[in-house]
């Protein structure tokens, strides 16, 4: 395995760009009471540069993500009564993913037996880059892990923190956290990109490894992640291969929750900090 230091760059910008040069990103997400997750995922996406975001929510909750992230704009999906995704919205986010350059699916999903149907019949049948997180990766643990899926996006993605990874792998948080280098190694066996949350964050495809310095303790905090989601989704959106977006998101990530902590401490950080501090973060590489 080879251990990499070097943080990618992402390209310069040229004077001809337009929002259409940055990329789509489609985030897919939000459930009755967790509207906030895929409000915070889209606007990370566009504080990290994507040049269009698109929140694609159950319709239940519309309103209130739009609220939320008034940037971003926003596709009904169907939705049951409890406010979370049918399994038909697959064929609608399928749809709309044609237009999307990445999809960045989870913040905020939920985990009922529905939306398992849901996510089980997305990734089955989608070929868009994709960064899957959150209640996505949870509902992937309950059909058999990453060895369910029967086709691959072309780019997968996934950020789980380390008791996600424990149900995907199916062991315990104790042996995830006992080796953790071993655990992301066997989370991009099936070949997608792992990066495994927590302390020195790790990033791997299989063949490289990049442990995270930055970060702090203050950034175990709910939401924290789905920044992170939005993040490298929108780097994947303007370029960047899922292994170098997913290195140099958690670099940022780390360094926005730096900045965030050394001007409000690490006690009361919040997502919201993390996100604010992220345009600073960006400038600096």
Do not use: W
Request: some cysteine; overall charge neutral; aromatic content about 2%.
């Amino acid at each position: 395995m080879e251990r990499l230091t070097a943080i990618p760059h992402l390209p310069l910008r040229p004077a001809s760009a337009n929002k259409g040069t940055f990329g789509t990103v489609l985030v897919v997400g939000g459930s009755r009471g967790m509207a906030g997750a895929v409000a915070l995922a889209g606007r990370a996406a566009l504080a990290g540069g994507a040049g269009l975001v698109r929140l694609a929510v159950p319709d239940r909750i519309l309103d209130t993500v739009a609220t939320l992230a008034p940037d971003c704009t926003t596709l009904p999906l169907s939705d049951t009564p409890a406010g979370r995704l049918h399994p038909r919205a697959a064929v609608e986010v399928l749809r709309a993913a044609r237009e999307a350059t990445v999809l960045a699916l989870g913040p905020g999903l939920g985990c009922d037996s529905d939306t398992v149907l849901f996510v089980r019949s997305l990734l089955e049948n989608l070929d868009t880059p994709t960064v899957v997180d959150a209640d996505a990766l949870n509902c992937l643990a309950k059909i058999g892990g990453l060895s369910a899926l029967i086709h691959r996006p072309a780019t997968l993605v996934i950020t789980p923190h380390p008791g996600e990874a424990a149900r995907l792998l199916r062991t315990s948080v104790a042996e995830i956290q006992s080796d953790r280098e071993r655990a992301a190694e066997q989370l991009a066996a099936g070949g997608c990109v792992a990066l495994l949350k927590g302390q020195g964050t790790l990033v791997t495809e299989g063949r490289r490894i990049y442990v995270n310095q930055t970060g702090n303790p203050g950034m175990a905090t709910g939401g924290a992640g789905d920044v992170l989601t939005g993040l490298i989704a929108a780097l994947i959106a303007q370029g960047l291969s899922g292994f170098d977006a997913a290195v140099l998101g958690a670099h940022v990530h780390g360094a926005a929750g730096d900045a965030a902590a050394r001007e409000l401490g690490q006690v009361s950080l919040t997502a919201e900090n993390i996100l604010s501090c992220l345009p600073g973060a960006i400038s600096v590489r």
